[in-house]
């Protein structure tokens, strides 16, 4: 069976500094582009991360700070890669939960435009992981027949994961799969919008899974106290939610697509009142105050202290003098 593609497919790996898609960097991405005609397009990219690479992760990847203390920062490459994959649908060995949500943070963080709505993504790890259960060392064994020359470098990986998801088309052409709820398909087929479906079971909001559409498209929390919840209901119930996720230490892209939630909310809401609150006629007299003050002239305003009227006064005389020396006198 061979892989049927209406446009290119970009398998692509990356290595990076570390696990925390919010907090790490990449120090290297390699890109085989695959294209509908069959032939390819390969990059390689070494990355300044911008900050040190943590030795257990150097021992994986066999890059060092002094690899890359000469190559350039993603805000500097960002453009030129998205350039590269930017007409593709995107593969990968557990990218859908790492690489794609990496990869955009990087995007994000350095300014550059990639929009991944309309794109198709093809984890090839979990066509593997549904199917059979292993590692990409031993997918490349198992379907392949092969070892990985050359393990964890971004090119060797990435042709790997490229090979192993050929050689699956080929073994689990016509093989059914039942799912949890007994449905019986044939899922692995040389289609990339039907490999979409395949390798995004869960279907992730924001790739970093935080938050996952339910069978009705709706978006739900899939992470703590609100799991299971959906995400309007949690901002109508607790708003102050909103805060703490975008101000917390969540990934950028998990916090751009609960912003797009937000403000879909916000303008259902603000409907919402403006349909509760009733329409005054055109024609309508304008309503009476609450109090008029119908008093006399004289009567001083409202909320006014009231003031004594003022008297001239009399002139001092002999009966006054004598009651205050009477009033002063000491006994």
Not at 92 to 97: D, F, M, P, T
Not at 192 to 220: C, I, S
Not at 258 to 267: D, F, G, S, T, V
Request: proline share 6%; net charge negative.
């Amino acid at each position: 069976m061979k892989l049927q593609l209406k446009r290119p497919l970009a398998f692509f790996d990356l290595e990076t500094t570390g696990t925390n898609i919010g907090a790490d960097r990449i120090v290297e991405i390699s890109v085989i582009k695959l294209n509908p005609d069959g032939s390819e397009d390969v990059k390689t990219w070494r990355v300044h991360p911008g900050i040190p690479i943590p030795l257990e992760s150097s021992l994986v990847h066999g890059i060092y700070d002094e690899h890359i203390q000469d190559e350039k920062r993603f805000h500097e490459l960002g453009q030129d890669i998205a350039d590269f994959i930017l007409d593709s649908d995107l593969a990968g060995y557990n990218s859908n939960k790492f690489d794609i949500p990496m990869l955009m943070e990087e995007f994000l963080r350095a300014g550059v435009q990639f929009d991944l709505d309309n794109r198709h993504f093809v984890d090839v790890q979990n066509i593997f992981h549904q199917m059979e259960q292993r590692t990409l060392r031993a997918a490349y064994q198992f379907y392949c027949d092969k070892q990985i020359i050359n393990a964890h470098s971004a090119e060797a990986d990435t042709r790997a994961t490229m090979e192993v998801l050929l050689a699956q088309l080929e073994r689990y052409e016509n093989q059914e799969w039942e799912d949890k709820k007994g449905n019986k398909s044939i899922p692995v087929v040389g289609d990339v919008e039907a490999l979409h479906k395949f390798t995004n079971l869960t279907r992730p909001v924001d790739f970093a899974g935080r938050m996952v559409y339910n069978e009705q498209g709706e978006e739900l929390i899939n992470f703590g106290k609100h799991k299971g919840k959906r995400v309007e209901d949690v901002l109508n119930a607790e708003p102050s939610y909103y805060s703490w996720m975008m101000q917390g230490d969540f990934p950028l892209y998990t916090k751009r697509k609960l912003e797009e939630i937000y403000k879909r909310w916000n303008a259902k809401k603000a409907a919402e009142r403006q349909q509760a609150k009733p329409a005054q006629p055109a024609n309508a007299p304008a309503p009476k105050p609450a109090f008029q003050n119908n008093g006399p002239k004289s009567s001083p305003p409202l909320n006014q202290p009231y003031k004594k009227k003022e008297e001239p006064a009399k002139p001092v005389n002999e009966d006054m003098l004598a009651q205050l020396a009477m009033k002063f006198k000491k006994g």
